[in-house]
């Protein structure tokens, strides 16, 4: 079954830029999506379609792909900004959900 | 402003059943496919399945791991989406979350809102 890998963890101080990246090989016919998930709440998305920001997203979450790897971007990381980060794709043979395992993003 | 409320989770014995629900409001129910997301305690998302809407039959897909137990229907008439799970397993302990889905394609879609989720635990 097709897999999309992240890091298990990311750690910047307050300010710094924080970079996760997800691999899949469907990555480059497929779009990459970011969720945030907060402690003890539900997903909440923050890119779409590689590099698209929902509205209400601060301008500082940012998103690319190139190849078989997506990047969310988070420039001037904040401590509001910790939490796991999932990224999302659908499955080249089948069209079906996918989910990376996510990264928890420390910020301190 | 898009609202999702699940509601059913609780404590079930391995082998029960049990009913989830999810009251949806702020936008056109049925226009859109929904799906059930899970978590396990600690770890990542995984998809469960998804309806599609009456436009498309109502049709439904599920993961590998809980097809032929979970069956996901929906009411329009009540803007609310259904996951009934039979032959639960203490592997199915996860909060089970209700997403609508922002669908363009067959490989184009995503989820775009969520609920707060409710907690199944299955043990004995």
């Known amino acids: 079954s097709y897999e999309l890998t992240q890091p298990p963890s990311v750690s910047v101080s307050p300010g710094q830029t924080a970079r996760i990246t997800c691999s899949g090989d469907?990555?480059?016919?497929?779009?990459a999506y970011w969720y945030q998930q907060k402690s003890g709440q539900a997903p909440v998305l923050v890119i779409y379609?590689?590099?698209k920001r929902p509205s209400g997203i601060p301008e500082r979450f940012s998103g690319s792909s190139s190849g078989t790897m997506a990047t969310l971007t988070i420039s001037g990381a904040q401590v509001e900004d910790e939490a796991d980060y999932y990224c999302?794709?659908?499955?080249?043979?089948?069209?079906?959900?996918?989910f990376g395992g996510g990264t928890k993003l420390t910020v301190l | 402003e898009v609202q999702l409320v699940e509601s059913g989770g609780g404590l079930v014995q391995p082998g029960g059943s049990l009913r989830l629900s999810c009251a949806a409001s702020?936008?056109?129910?049925?226009?859109?496919?929904m799906d059930w997301v899970r978590q396990a305690p600690g770890k990542g998302l995984e998809w469960v399945g998804r309806?599609?809407?009456?436009?498309?039959?109502?049709?439904?897909e599920y993961a590998a791991s809980v097809k032929d137990r979970f069956t996901i229907s929906r009411d329009d008439s009540k803007n609310s989406l259904y996951l009934q799970m039979n032959s639960l397993k203490t592997e199915d302990t996860a909060v089970y979350y209700c997403?609508?889905?922002?669908?363009?394609?067959?490989?184009?879609?995503?989820?775009?809102?969520w609920g707060q989720g409710t907690l199944v635990t299955v043990s004995s």
């Open positions: 702020g936008f056109t129910f049925s226009d859109h496919y």
């Open positions: 469907a990555l480059p016919k497929k779009y």
């Open positions: 379609e590689d590099s």
């Open positions: 309806t599609r809407n009456k436009a498309n039959s109502y049709t439904t």
């Open positions: 997403a609508r889905e922002q669908y363009y394609s067959p490989d184009l879609y995503y989820f775009d809102y």
């Open positions: 999302y794709s659908t499955d080249s043979s089948d069209n079906l959900p996918v």
